[in-house]
């Protein structure tokens, strides 16, 4: 059972996401809603970066039948598998 709260992990997720992908994100425009796949911030290498991130920080393994748009569509998204995961532990 984690004692995180999704807005936690949400927070965590968009600090990583701003300081690998988005040179720290000086506009501020990154939210939990962001679309991550449409506005081009996650490409193939950044969604495996972000994949072993996920493993290395919060012990999620992301099944090859789970990297799809939807799972990648926003840190909220994500944010809500990585919860249920931690969870279910």
């Given at each position: 059972m984690t004692t995180q709260t999704r807005e936690d992990i949400s927070s965590e997720l968009l600090t990583f996401i701003r300081e690998s992908f988005l040179a720290g994100d000086p506009e501020g425009e990154l939210d939990a809603d962001t679309p991550l796949l449409e506005l081009g911030i996650l490409n193939s290498l950044n969604t495996a970066t972000l994949i072993a991130h996920l493993g290395e920080r919060f012990?999620?393994?992301v099944p090859l039948m789970d990297v799809t748009a939807t799972?990648?569509?926003s840190v909220r998204t994500l944010s809500e598998i990585v919860h249920e995961s931690l969870s279910r532990k």
């Amino acid at each position: 059972m984690t004692t995180q709260t999704r807005e936690d992990i949400s927070s965590e997720l968009l600090t990583f996401i701003r300081e690998s992908f988005l040179a720290g994100d000086p506009e501020g425009e990154l939210d939990a809603d962001t679309p991550l796949l449409e506005l081009g911030i996650l490409n193939s290498l950044n969604t495996a970066t972000l994949i072993a991130h996920l493993g290395e920080r919060f012990g999620v393994h992301v099944p090859l039948m789970d990297v799809t748009a939807t799972t990648f569509k926003s840190v909220r998204t994500l944010s809500e598998i990585v919860h249920e995961s931690l969870s279910r532990k």
